[in-house]
């Protein structure tokens, strides 16, 4: 009898120990529930191409848990499976620029549809999705139809932070070329590179040898090459008042016939049409390296006394200033091309970095109205650097708004 | 005259300006179609423009070999190079528009192969990949001599400036090369941090420059302030 009891108390035992493991795991992986408050709306901020769904995350999301995404062009039918999302992937606040930073994105999980059966989405008639959600042997369905067409969108909100920045800086920009115009003496820090040249077209005529003046290898729609031109009919004037020469190579022919009409309006600003010769502004070809072994060999033959190298370059440029610096030329460089930059500076007597170059044409004319918008440079980035400042101790006493604030999508 | 040089100009700079401004704000696809269409032009622009490159390189070769100016007998050489690839270009034209009429496939085995399929294995392809292509290359690799020349020009200790750029060089191409890491690995970690560092504050503070500035220049176009691209500054 004894025996019998013991027998029963340990097979009790047993499954009372095999049945609190299983109760465990059942408390660990809760019933699948279904999928809440499911929504398909356009997605803001696009061009009109997709929709966005949106559902609410569950507790029952895990690992092999998958949100299965229906798609019909009619609330009829016929459904076809479209997409399958693993319940732990795919929020909100994976896509912020459609839905900003706020916490309460992780909380809901966001699929764009772009197509349907591999084709695109129909703008005219509405798209109709249903949801579901499987763990692989259950699966429970979202009860009700999310139904959207989509739009293109006239203005993206996610970049309204650098609208407004630009609209503050033009702003400062504009106030201080009014001041200009009330003629205020607007003081301006030297930029020694600009500063010199008026020395080397001196010395370029002392010598009696030519000015080399190269664009860059970007075509006029390039902020640089237009910065480029516009320093080039500076230098050109002054050029045409030494009784100089200069010389134009061109890799662009559309740059080359700007450089002609602005080398010759030069020359007749400084009443000396006669000195003006075409052939100096000449286009060779819009090969890089072609261009490179060109240049080169002007100034071994004709060996310049001075070489500009203004506008935007890429590998060629160290090939063409070192080539200048070892034939004796003084030679003063303006790129905004970030990565040549060392190049130039190690080649060239002066270097104009970035904005430099864009500033160049102001410098050199002296025009109050052009002073003015190179303060209102100044002062802009003296904001950047206070915004700088600002947000480099707002984020380390751990304050991530500031840098929400400037973040760019 | 005035107004075609300067007056209109002037107002196309301003619209579209203006319109390309706020196109970086339209995520509209009429936006996105508006760029494509102005890419357009740019190329049909630069399409024309090579007739313009053409004469201007003409020309000058054709005043040098005709005065006899030093080094004019390489000029011969930009007629001799344009005349055997344009022949070159237009057999292959010639023969694909005789297949054509004829109703015949084209032979992609022929010695000039064919412009639809490919130009691999023309001669046209040949001579650019053996002559010009090789040319190309040949200028590029001299770019190590180069830079070596202008690293010991730079490097020479004549300031505290050069001084660290001398250093930061040293370190920067020591952890470059497999030894580097072998001397110790405190070698390339202090190159990480010089590249991360130092060299990216470096380079964001031009480029946050540059952003201004091309702004601010973009805003003097735009307004008309700055018109020397126009020809003359007034």
């Known amino acids: 009898m004894n025996c019998h009891y013991a027998r029963s108390g340990l097979i009790t035992l047993i499954i009372v120990l ?11 992986k809760p019933s699948l529930m279904p999928p809440q408050d499911f929504i398909a709306f356009d997605t803001p901020n696009d061009d009109g191409k997709s929709i966005s769904l949106i559902w609410k995350a569950s507790e029952s999301d895990r690992e092999g848990v998958y949100y299965i995404i229906y798609a019909a062009t009619s609330s009829k039918g016929p459904w076809k499976e479209q997409y399958r999302v693993l319940s732990t992937t795919r929020f909100k606040s994976d896509a912020p620029q459609y839905f900003g930073l706020s916490k309460d994105n992780e909380k809901w999980h966001f699929y764009e549809v772009t197509d349907i059966n591999e084709n695109p989405l129909s703008i005219t008639t509405p798209t109709y999705f249903k949801l579901a959600v499987t763990d692989g042997t259950n699966t429970i369905a979202f009860p009700g139809i999310a139904l959207s067409m989509p739009q293109g969108n006239w203005f993206d909100t996610s970049k309204i932070n650098v609208l407004v920045f630009v609209i503050v800086f033009s702003f400062l920009v504009m106030y201080f070329i009014s001041l200009a115009r009330k003629n205020l003496n607007l003081f301006i820090r030297h930029i020694p590179g600009l500063d010199a040249i008026e020395e080397t077209i001196g010395r370029a005529t002392e010598m009696g040898r030519p000015i080399l003046y190269l664009n860059g290898l970007l075509d006029m729609s390039s902020l640089s090459t237009i910065a480029s031109t516009s320093i080039l009919g500076k ?3 002054k050029v045409a008042n030494y009784d100089s020469q200069i010389k134009v190579p061109c890799y662009d022919p559309i740059v080359m016939s700007v450089c002609q009409e602005v080398v010759k309006e030069s020359y007749l600003e400084a009443g000396r049409p006669d000195a003006f ?3 100096n502004i000449f286009f060779i070809t819009n090969d890089q390296f072609a261009y490179a072994a060109a240049v080169d060999g002007i100034i071994v033959r004709h060996k310049p006394a001075a070489n500009l190298y203004m506008g935007y370059y890429y590998a060629e440029s160290l090939l063409i200033a070192e080539t200048g610096a070892v034939s004796g030329a003084m030679q003063i460089a303006g790129t905004d091309s970030i990565t040549q930059l060392p190049f130039f500076i190690t080649t060239c007597d002066y270097t104009l970095m970035g ?9 050199l004319s002296r025009e109050p109205l052009q002073l003015g918008s190179l303060k209102g440079q100044d002062f802009g980035k003296g904001f950047i650097i206070l915004m700088l400042v600002v947000g480099t101790i707002v984020s380390t006493i751990g304050y991530p708004f500031f840098v929400n604030l400037v973040r760019t999508f | 005259m005035n107004i075609f040089r300067r007056t ?5 700079a301003f619209c579209l300006g203006i319109v390309m401004i706020f196109r970086y704000y339209v995520p509209h696809q009429s936006a996105e179609d508006l760029l494509t269409k102005y890419g357009e032009w740019v190329r049909i622009i630069g399409g024309f423009s090579i007739v313009l490159g053409l004469y201007s390189l003409f020309f000058t070769h054709y005043t040098k070999i005709k005065r006899g100016m030093p080094g004019w ?9 344009f005349a055997v690839m344009v022949f070159l270009g237009l057999i292959k034209e010639f023969e694909t528009f005789l297949s054509i009429i004829s109703g015949k496939l084209i032979d992609v085995t022929s010695p000039f192969g064919s412009w639809e399929k490919s130009l691999t294995g023309t001669s046209y392809d040949w001579i650019y990949q053996y002559i010009f292509n090789a040319c190309g290359a040949t200028m590029f690799s001299i770019l190590a001599f180069y830079i070596a020349s202008a690293a010991y020009r730079t490097f020479r200790i004549r300031s505290v400036e050069a001084t660290i750029l001398l250093l930061a060089a040293v370190i920067i191409m020591i952890a470059r090369v497999p030894i580097g890491g072998l001397i110790s690995h405190w070698i ?4 990480d941090w010089i590249m991360e560092v130092p060299n990216l504050a470096a380079k964001r503070g031009v480029l946050l420059g540059m952003c201004l500035g091309s702004i601010s220049t973009a ?16």
């Not at chain 1, 095999?18 to 660990?28: C, H, K, R, S």
């Open chain 1, 355 to 363: 904005e430099e170059l864009y500033a160049a044409s102001a410098y």
């Open chain 1, 235 to 237: 230098v050109a004037r």
């Open chain 1, 277 to 279: 010769k075409e052939d």
């Open chain 2, 219 to 234: 805003l003097r176009i735009i307004f008309g302030i700055e018109r020397g691209y126009l020809g003359g500054g007034e």
């Open chain 2, 188 to 191: 390339p970690d202090l190159a």
């Open chain 2, 73 to 81: 007998g390489y000029s011969i050489f930009v007629f001799i190079g």
């Open chain 2, 8 to 12: 209109i100009p002037l107002i196309i």
């Open chain 1, 18 to 28: 095999l049945a609190f493991p299983l109760a465990v795991l059942a408390q660990d």
